[in-house]
């Protein structure tokens, strides 16, 4: 009997070992979170008013990108980009919003567009594309985040 005790008490000490566990460091577990966000997408996209009554993210998303363009459209329809260059039906407009929910827009052009006058082009944009409506910014793990994206405007409507 007593070498069941022994070998009891033997056990015990021995155990610990089997009940410690290393603890991951703040770092260390930092680091593996910071591996798992993926940090492409957004919780929500941005939004204005009126998408924010539609419930699915990806329904509301086009309604964001539709209404947006729409917008940049409209701004666009009666100006005098269509007359200074008739072959351009179709810009690229790069869109930054802001955390604070201000927005940015910035033509795009290809590498090789010396037929543009791009700073004439840019400064009209600029003029134009004001006093648009609030926009909600994008939300990533509940904080607003900057969003950047391209959005193809078509100037000419036939």
Same mark, same amino acid.
């Given at each position: ?17 089997? #009940? ?27 939004? #204005? ?48 919003? #802001? ?60």
């Amino acid at each position: 009997m007593k070498q069941y005790y022994f070998f009891i008490v033997f056990l015990l000490f021995n155990s610990c070992q089997y #009940f410690e566990k290393q603890v991951p460091s703040q770092k260390e577990l930092l680091q593996k979170e910071l591996k798992a966000i993926n940090w492409k997408e957004v919780d929500e996209y941005p939004s #204005f008013v009126d998408c924010d009554k539609v419930e699915n993210k990806t329904e509301r998303q086009q309604c964001f990108f539709q209404y947006l363009t729409e917008l940049i459209q409209d701004k666009l329809s009666s100006d005098t980009l269509s007359i200074l260059y008739p072959e351009l039906d179709t810009i690229e407009v790069k869109v930054t919003i #802001f955390p604070n929910a201000k927005m940015k827009f910035e033509p795009q052009f290809p590498k090789d567009s010396v037929a543009y006058d791009t700073i004439k082009i840019d400064s009209i944009l600029t003029a134009r594309l004001v006093d648009f409506p609030k926009v909600n910014p994008a939300i990533k793990r509940g904080i607003p985040v900057k969003t950047q994206f391209i959005l193809p405007v078509i100037l000419k409507v036939e």
